[in-house]
């Protein structure tokens, strides 16, 4: 069961593009896609926006991370390794 508390609109958009939500690092995963979402950037984020970056075909197979401030290189590089 998702501990968070953002919007059940907001819950839906990533739910139903398959993202799932990691307790350990407190991120919306979506492997297929390569991006990940913190809690933090969907709660601070419009349903218009958010729904706009999951729907976003980047060519990048590089994975992308939505945050309020950006990880770190190092943190971006161990949550790539840790994701596959």
Same mark, same amino acid.
Request: net charge positive.
């Given at each position: 069961?998702?501990?968070?508390?953002? %919007?059940?609109? /907001?819950?839906?958009?990533?739910?139903?593009? *398959?993202?799932?939500? $990691?307790?350990?690092?407190?991120?919306? &995963?979506? +492997?297929? @896609?390569?991006?990940? !979402?913190?809690?933090? !950037? #969907?709660?601070?984020?419009?349903?218009?926006? &958010? @729904? /706009?970056?999951? +729907?976003? +075909?980047?060519?990048? +197979?590089?994975?992308?991370? !939505? !945050? $309020?401030? *950006? %990880?770190?290189?190092? #943190? @971006?590089?161990?949550?790539? /390794?840790?994701?596959?």
């Amino acid at each position: 069961m998702e501990t968070t508390r953002l %919007p059940d609109r /907001k819950l839906e958009i990533l739910r139903s593009a *398959g993202y799932r939500y $990691n307790f350990d690092r407190q991120l919306y &995963i979506n +492997r297929a @896609a390569k991006k990940a !979402f913190s809690v933090a !950037f #969907v709660d601070d984020n419009s349903e218009h926006d &958010i @729904a /706009k970056l999951v +729907r976003d +075909r980047s060519s990048d +197979r590089e994975w992308r991370f !939505f !945050f $309020n401030e *950006g %990880p770190s290189p190092a #943190v @971006a590089q161990e949550l790539s /390794k840790m994701l596959g």
